[in-house]
């Protein structure tokens, strides 16, 4: 190893965790030849019903599941939040796509909702201290900046946005229920007034008020605990009937679906920095298309 720089040792990390990776798989993989397809599918299920009773709307996955379709949710948390009690939300959409840059990175927000004034809300669930980055924040309100504002139009015209950021823990740990962010003139001491507003929201907190009944809401696993009739009606519905535990469940299976095509794609990229096999051997190893293994090969180079 004497000599070996970084990106040596970085290049032998890639290729043993892809083979770990790989590993890991095959060993699945015998345990599940001594499985009948009908008994895969039950198992899996009773898998997913396990999880399901400990969803939580901080969670999320179910989150986006309780803010689907659900304009009157979001309106009742965004109220709560903002301190606005005559708030509007004349449209809701969960896992919306935003990229209209070329080659820019895409974000894909939780919960993105607008108001009867066309201001803009991105609501977004972090676990952790990482999914919260300011600089995230920062991107996050940016995207919905270039999103928002068509050729022909005037800077002027760009929506109020603001970007909420609901964290499991107190991120800033000052044992505020919210802390909102604002960009100010340092000389004058005056708000920019630029419509950009960052809010991360204290999920640990708990108090009287409607935000800590709300953020208890968010942490109960069980609809009878929970504050807020339309938070436990729409938790009820996803955990206790039968259609929407087969919402969540194909919600689930998706989940897993992507986590598997994550894990070969990993292990291919490994094989094509190892640079020993060809591009067919790599697919049918990993059952990824020849395709999809020469475009990884392409990002690669």
Do not use: W
């Not at 965004?78 to 840059?101: A, G, P, W």
């Not at 609501?123 to 270039?146: F, N, T």
């Not at 108090?207 to 800590?212: D, F, P, T, V, Y």
């Not at 490994?270 to 990002?299: D, N, P």
């Amino acid at each position: 190893m004497r000599g070996m720089g970084k990106d040596g040792f970085r290049f032998l990390s890639v290729v043993f965790q892809g083979f770990s990776d790989y590993n890991k798989n095959k060993q699945k993989e015998v345990y599940l030849m001594s499985e009948t397809e009908q008994q895969r599918k039950e198992r899996e299920r009773q898998e997913d019903l396990q999880r399901l009773r400990g969803f939580r709307p901080i969670d999320d996955d179910f989150m986006r599941c309780l803010f689907k379709n659900n304009i009157p949710l979001a309106e009742l948390v965004l109220r709560i939040i903002t301190d606005k009690q005559d708030l509007v939300i004349t449209d809701c959409q969960t896992q919306k796509d935003m990229k209209r840059l070329a080659g820019a990175r895409s974000v894909c927000l939780d919960a993105y909702g607008t108001d009867s004034e066309n201001k803009k809300y991105d609501l977004e669930i972090q676990r952790s201290d990482k999914g919260a980055d300011p600089h995230r924040a920062r991107y996050h309100s940016s995207v919905m900046d270039v999103e928002n504002l068509d050729a022909g139009q005037e800077f002027a015209e760009l929506p109020d946005t603001y970007t909420i950021f609901i964290t499991e823990k107190d991120f800033y740990e000052q044992g505020k229920p919210i802390y909102v962010v604002e960009r100010i003139n340092l000389t004058t001491g005056k708000k920019f007034e630029d419509g950009e507003h960052i809010l991360y929201v204290n999920g640990e907190y708990r108090g009287e008020s409607e935000l800590g009944k709300l953020m208890h809401d968010f942490n109960c696993t069980e609809a009878d605990d929970m504050n807020f009739s339309l938070i436990a009606e729409r938790t009820r519905y996803l955990k206790e009937n039968p259609e929407g535990v087969s919402e969540m469940c194909k919600v689930m299976e998706d989940m897993r679906n992507e986590t598997v095509l994550a894990e070969r794609r990993t292990i291919a990229r490994s094989f094509i920095l190892m640079g020993e096999l060809s591009y067919e051997q790599i697919a049918e190893g990993t059952k990824l298309s020849i395709e999809e293994v020469r475009e990884l090969a392409e990002k690669e180079n």
